[in-house]
């Protein structure tokens, strides 16, 4: 199939676990009754974007988040990645992100990579090295469409994951993340543009609404950039939806008119998984 439907859930994290995951059920079910065939939640969904939190608010896979992003795929035909939720195993935590398909089973599951431990003079201090573990696999699903590229917010910094997943098959990254108001305003869009540029393919970030009361604002504006590195659709930073086509006939037609894939120059040069 050449076109499919993707919804960027751009939803507010509350305090109350509970709630954000029901709004976040909500929302999946309003844009697959609009024509969504794939819903996309934020990074970390239900859980404020604080290390204090990630021990308290994290489960093991499987748990009761999982499990209600799995019915709300099947009840609604539709396919759902998970934005990221903190995942627990043994002694460790992770950012996790799990994808789901129509028929509610998880297809894709990707932990987070690069961990984002900065210091911004003037502006952003976090370090989230502090509790969290890095993942170790580059992630790429299969769908009825085409092969999608999962990463979570920080990875979107590095193109030789971005890279490694084209060269996997992706047609399409998506990027659960949350900037923040230091590297929002500097950085969101040079990043999600630049990707799509690099690779010739759709990126598609998706942020937490903005909240001025919480300890980490995020910056919001979720976007969605052709493979030309055209700014197709974005947000603002306040809550809510949006739904857009995404046309894979355009991502041949790219590579096939600037075919920079093809122009690595394998003979010199090689990106490969260690």
Avoid at 90 to 95: E, L, P, Q, S, T
Avoid at 163 to 190: S, Y
Avoid at 235 to 240: L, P, R, Y
Wanted: with cysteine.
């Amino acid at each position: 199939m050449g076109k499919f439907n993707v919804a960027l859930l751009q939803t507010k994290v509350y305090g109350d676990k509970l709630k954000n995951i029901n709004n976040a059920i909500n929302l999946i079910e309003v844009v697959s009754k609009k024509g969504a065939d794939i819903a996309v939640l934020p990074e970390m969904f239900y859980c404020p974007y604080d290390n204090s939190f990630f021990k308290e608010y994290g489960e093991e896979e499987g748990g009761a988040a999982y499990k209600y992003l799995s019915a709300a795929a099947k009840d609604n035909n539709i396919y759902v990645v998970g934005g990221s939720i903190p995942e627990l195993e043994g002694d460790f935590v992770y950012n996790t992100s799990y994808v789901f398909n129509r028929n509610g089973e998880q297809i894709g599951k990707h932990r987070k990579m690069h961990l984002f431990d900065i210091d911004v003079e003037g502006g952003q201090s976090f370090k989230e090295s502090d509790v969290l573990t890095a993942g170790k696999n580059v992630t790429v699903f299969d769908t009825e469409f085409c092969k999608i590229g999962l990463s979570i917010c920080y990875d979107i910094r590095f193109p030789e994951l971005s890279r490694l997943m084209v060269l996997g098959g992706a047609e399409v990254i998506i990027v659960p993340g949350a900037f923040n108001m230091t590297t929002g305003p500097a950085h969101w869009e040079l990043n999600f543009r630049g990707r799509a540029l690099d690779n010739q393919a759709y990126t598609i970030g998706v942020a937490p609404a903005r909240d001025y009361e919480a300890n980490y604002t995020s910056y919001g504006n979720s976007i969605i950039v052709s493979p030309w590195g055209n700014i197709i659709n974005r947000m603002d930073e306040k809550e809510g939806y949006i739904i857009q086509e995404i046309d894979l006939d355009y991502v041949k037609k790219v590579r096939n008119e600037l075919p920079l894939l093809k122009h690595i120059r394998k003979d010199i040069y090689n990106l490969r998984i260690i």
